[in-house]
């Protein structure tokens, strides 16, 4: 089953900061998770939340998974360092 993909708008202006080769990383990050969602159980973030993480290189996307809509929704994408700061 294929999910369709979206981006909080917050999203797509730190895309911009990021190097472009990590860019192309992210993005195929993205379109494979399209394709194959992978297994929430253990994607799933610890805490009383409904976000998934996946890694890509130094970066991470956080995302959740709206089953009903078939929907990807991208809540934030960073440095693994600095993303689950601001998540809180």
Do not use: W
């Not at 990383?25 to 399209?34: A, E, G, Q, W, Y």
């Not at 991470?60 to 693994?80: P, S, T």
């Amino acid at each position: 089953m294929t999910y369709k993909v979206e981006f909080r708008p917050a999203v797509l202006k730190s895309l911009k900061q990021l190097p472009k080769r990590d860019l192309v990383r992210i993005k195929n990050k993205v379109d494979s998770l399209c394709q194959n969602v992978p297994d929430p159980a253990t994607t799933k973030m610890k805490g009383n939340n409904s976000f998934h993480k996946v890694r890509v290189g130094n970066y991470r996307i956080i995302y959740e998974i709206h089953d009903n809509k078939f929907l990807i929704l991208i809540i934030k994408i960073g440095h693994r360092k600095d993303i689950y700061k601001q998540l809180r």
